[in-house]
């Protein structure tokens, strides 16, 4: 186990509508990275958050927003959800956040499946 | 645009012999790689990394290999296991963005 948890662990929603899902980092690290698996691909990263502001951001609209708190969590949003947003959603914490991307570690992802 | 890809999207292979996964980046800039490996169900697990002014990186029992050259990086496993069956994707990274190939499912077979 990587100390890395997320919530919920499935989800189902229907386009349109809007979701938020949640991540426990490893303790000691202060940076989530935030990435979506389609079914048979490898992750792509959404975003990534460091001292509570955004510290890179991957080809994703505006709709994905993020935000971490001061115990270094972090939230996943989406808005007006579409049906190819149906994913693993996975976050990944790391200590560190400078230009050097180091060691991270993932959790289990949150499976969203969208009607 | 620039991508990570890996050559072959399954391999299967016997019971103690040493499984060999290759992947090709083309983004020169990049400079930390990394191994994962995700069985169903979880998200990647972390093998081993070597940045950009390394070729070669030992740990137990997995070795990778960066050829910066051909931009070429290999995953070799010595002694393959049934419990390294998984799906094996490579990583680069360049500053903050880090960008997964699409995988190569890995058989082993008893």
């Known amino acids: 186990e990587t100390g890395v948890t997320q919530s919920p662990t499935h989800l189902i929603k229907t386009r349109g509508q809007q979701v938020t899902l949640r991540c426990s980092s490893q303790s000691g690290h202060n940076t989530v990275s935030w990435y979506q698996q389609a079914l048979g691909q490898g992750p792509q990263f959404i975003f990534q958050?460091?001292?509570?502001?955004?510290?890179g951001r991957g080809n994703f609209p505006p709709r994905f927003s993020g935000l971490q708190f001061p115990n270094y969590s972090s939230e996943l949003n989406v808005n007006a959800l579409e049906l190819d947003d149906s994913a693993l959603y996975l976050c990944?914490?790391?200590?560190?956040?400078?230009?050097?991307?180091?060691?991270?570690?993932f959790g289990p992802g949150t499976r969203l499946t969208v009607l | 645009g620039e991508s990570v890809g890996l050559h072959l999207p399954t391999l299967s292979v016997q019971e103690g012999d040493n499984s060999i996964i290759n992947c090709a980046y083309s983004?020169?800039?990049?400079?930390?790689f990394i191994w994962y490996k995700q069985e169903s169900g979880k998200g990647p697990q972390f093998i081993i990394d070597?940045?950009?002014?390394?070729d070669k990186r030992q740990g137990q029992r997995v070795t990778v290999l960066l050829n910066k050259t051909v931009k070429h990086l290999s995953l070799q496993i010595a002694a393959t296991q049934p419990g390294d069956s998984a799906v094996y994707f490579c990583?680069?990274?360049?500053?903050?963005?880090?960008?997964f190939g699409a995988g190569t499912r890995l058989t082993v077979k008893p």
């Open positions: 983004n020169s800039a990049s400079d930390y």
């Open positions: 990944a914490s790391l200590r560190g956040g400078g230009p050097v991307v180091t060691e991270q570690f």
């Open positions: 958050y460091y001292r509570e502001e955004e510290n």
């Open positions: 070597i940045r950009s002014n390394m």
């Open positions: 990583a680069e990274s360049e500053a903050n963005d880090m960008r």
